[in-house]
């Protein structure tokens, strides 16, 4: 692979770093849903992995791993407790160490503001449904990019709009809890605003930085070559890949596809069209599986359903999705189709087995394979000429993985969470063997 290919390892405040409460930190919707009980086996991530105190040490093991790039996100309330307002100045403290911490060890910071952690005070005056959210975010985007902009060149302004409006606005199954179509689609056409705008602000105060923004992608196929099959597929592959993506390009939102979407003007103002575009530096990638797709008269608004992949008998992950490699390759190539982009990261990729802890050690095969595979598509991408300028395992530590807890182990390091033990899993050797260590 070319020298300037990014590797790196990619994380978010909330699935480690713990300290929920630590030192002015405000409640953020995560804190609130997971007190609640909403997760597996009332999980939370009071502690998770304990980052916010071992940061050092975890650092150290990235250097170890010969990791040269670091993606992690903010939390917001920790920053701005109350999510409008008052700075709380530990917060910014915390993570200048961070930062620095990373620079003394030769590891370049990738900052994503925005990984799911609302401030619950802004949850209670309407979270993502509400339209001020646009200016809440495009003020702690600013606080953000003044007090880290001088050593950070690598932002993203957000990750997975598509998963926390869906799952947290929509089902319900992730913070904050909400339902429906009436929450989903002003906090689609919000988050929309609030991605272009953080863009804007970050070139405006930092013009060096390469700024961007990811996306989840899964690679969408019909059931069968029945027509009903392949436009129920096209539904969701609007859904799923192109609802946030196209009104970034200009193209509005994909409603020729997904005709519901049209109820999303409801929530326009004047001027809106123009607001929702931003050119992006880059353009995140993040894939896990491929999607199967077909026909159902049952399900409202998309009138598809997906296959589940335990039924089509396909090797699976702990989360139950199908191991398909070539899925990658195709998003990239899906990504590469748009004129618009001109640079994409895979900014996470990785997979939960079931690990075991034998002697000491975790021999984790599967999750080695499952990376290296995804690896070849990559470089197949790349080969065939496509755009592709980095990669970025998920994650570096076991840690909670939303709704399902600490049940699935996505980490390249093992962590027992009695002790908080780190253990380099034999994935985690191999990675960083292969980025040229010994
Ligand atoms: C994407 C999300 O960004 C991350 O938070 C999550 O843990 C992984 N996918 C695995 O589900």
Not at 280 to 296: L, W
């Amino acid at each position: 692979m070319d020298p300037d290919f990014k590797w790196g390892v990619s994380t978010a405040a909330y699935q480690i770093e713990g300290g929920h409460d630590a030192h002015g930190k405000g409640l953020s919707i995560w804190d609130v849903f997971t007190a609640k009980g909403s997760c597996h086996e009332r999980h939370h991530g009071n502690t998770a992995c304990d980052f916010y105190n071992r940061y050092k040490d975890d650092v150290a093991l990235i250097n170890e791993l010969n990791i040269p790039n670091f993606r992690f996100s903010l939390s917001w309330s920790r920053i701005i407790p109350n999510g409008i307002g008052e700075v709380n100045p530990e917060g910014i403290a915390y993570y200048n160490r961070l930062i620095d911490e990373c620079l003394a060890n030769g590891i370049e910071p990738w900052i994503t503001l925005y990984h799911w952690d609302l401030p619950h005070e802004l949850e209670l005056k309407g979270g993502w449904a509400n339209r001020e959210i646009v200016d809440w975010f495009a003020e702690y985007v600013r606080v953000c990019a003044e007090a880290f902009g001088d050593r950070v060149k690598y932002w993203m302004v957000m990750n997975e709009p598509m998963v926390f409006t869906g799952a947290g606005y929509f089902m319900g199954i992730h913070a904050p809890g909400r339902r429906g179509l009436g929450n989903f689609l002003p906090a689609v056409h919000h988050a929309v605003l609030a991605m272009a705008e953080g863009g804007r602000v970050l070139k405006a105060l930092l013009p060096e930085a390469e700024v961007g923004t990811t996306f989840s992608g899964s690679y969408i196929q019909p059931k069968t070559d029945s027509p009903k099959d392949i436009i129920a597929a096209q539904r969701v592959d609007a859904l799923l890949n192109r609802l946030f993506i196209e009104p970034l390009l200009g193209f509005g939102y994909p409603e020729a596809d997904l005709p519901v979407l049209k109820k999303i003007r409801k929530h326009f103002k004047e001027g809106d069209e123009a607001k929702m575009v931003f050119t992006f530096d880059f353009i995140g990638i993040q894939n896990y599986t491929r999607e199967v797709v077909k026909h159902s008269v049952i399900t409202p608004y998309v009138n598809a359903v997906l296959v589940d992949a335990k039924k089509r008998q396909v090797p699976l992950t702990a989360m139950g999705w199908e191991v398909y490699p070539p899925a990658i390759y195709q998003m990239i190539k899906k990504f590469n189709e748009y004129d618009g982009i001109t640079k994409i990261y895979i900014t996470e990729n990785g997979a939960a087995f079931p690990d075991t802890m034998v002697d000491g050690k975790v021999i984790d095969t599967e999750r080695m394979a499952y990376i290296q595979n995804h690896l070849k598509q990559v470089k197949k991408a790349k080969d065939e000429g496509l755009e592709v300028s980095g990669y970025f395992v998920w994650t570096l530590t076991d840690n909670f993985e939303w709704n399902e807890g600490y049940r699935p182990k996505f980490g390249l390091i093992h962590v027992d969470f009695e002790t908080q033990q780190r253990t380099v899993k034999a994935s985690g050797k191999w990675y960083g063997k292969f980025l040229g260590g010994d």
